[in-house]
């Protein structure tokens, strides 16, 4: 069974850093991409970033590049993908989700095309 626990969520203020983790289990862990997704109150979900299988490729969207890193390491078998995020913003604020989908992000990764397991969420929120 497929499970997808995220965590690192919190308040902090604009500027500030916070380190999302997605712990996985349940699937063989280096077949699948993960996606990190947001959605703020009122908001329809974000694409926010994606790692392949392998770790090789990475995607973002635009208003995080530079600011936003998604990291995996399938040579320590932590089975974790982790956001870090800086420079944060008060729209980051959100319920931020991971989940997985086969091998590749897929050119439509931002819109969830593909993803077939989610987490349960961890909220963000960047206010002063």
């Known amino acids: 069974q497929v499970q997808l626990v995220e965590s690192g969520g919190g308040l902090v203020q604009p500027g500030g850093s916070l380190r999302l983790s997605c712990a996985a289990s349940?699937?063989?862990?280096?077949?699948?991409?993960i996606g990190w997704f947001r959605q703020a109150p009122g908001k329809e979900r974000e694409g926010v970033s994606c790692?392949?299988?392998?770790?090789?490729?990475?995607?973002?969207t635009d208003s995080v590049k530079g600011r936003f890193t998604i990291s995996r390491d399938n040579a320590k078998n932590t089975n974790t993908v982790y956001l870090q995020m800086n420079s944060l913003k008060p729209e980051d604020t959100a319920v931020y989700y991971c989940?997985?989908?086969?091998?590749?992000?897929?050119?439509?990764?931002?819109?969830?095309?593909?993803?077939?397991?989610w987490g349960q969420g961890t909220q963000v929120t960047v206010s002063s």
């Open positions: 790692i392949s299988s392998s770790g090789d490729s990475t995607y973002y």
């Open positions: 989940a997985t989908r086969n091998y590749w992000c897929g050119g439509t990764w931002y819109r969830g095309s593909g993803f077939d397991s």
């Open positions: 349940g699937f063989t862990w280096d077949y699948y991409a």
